[in-house]
């Protein structure tokens, strides 16, 4: 397009919109860029609070299952093989209990005195 043909298509937009009409104009495309930039940013940190999340569980989820290994490792090492029932009660178990029983698993005389009270319920 030569340059006259450009200059008079200008020219016809800017006769087309009035001062208020550009500038609305402009004010609803910042909007627009505004909005999608906080889109953009609110997807961002989501994706990174979920990942963080998910390292904080992978985590959790790790030390339960070594410390379920390591307290039936103990387990079958004092008592020989363990009932079934108490093997069930270590693996279903949550952290804060597993510490708890490893805190008593010496003290214990048979697999069940390491926690007679759940299984009593």
Not at 29 to 42: F, G, H, L, Y
Not at 72 to 95: H, S
Request: net charge negative; with cysteine.
């Amino acid at each position: 397009m030569p340059k006259t043909e450009l200059f008079s298509a200008i020219e016809a937009v800017d006769r087309m919109f009035d001062e208020e009409e550009r500038q609305i104009y402009e004010t609803k495309m910042q909007s627009s860029a505004d909005v999608e930039s906080k889109i953009t940013s609110a997807v961002e940190k989501g994706l990174s609070q979920g990942k963080e999340q998910g390292r904080r569980e992978g985590r959790t989820e790790g030390m339960t299952e070594g410390m379920v290994r390591s307290l039936l490792t103990v387990l079958t090492a004092k008592f020989g093989e363990l009932p079934d029932k108490v093997r069930a009660r270590i693996e279903g178990a949550d952290c804060g209990q597993l510490e708890e029983w490893m805190d008593r698993v010496f003290a214990a005389e048979r697999p069940e005195d390491l926690f007679r009270e759940a299984l009593d319920n």
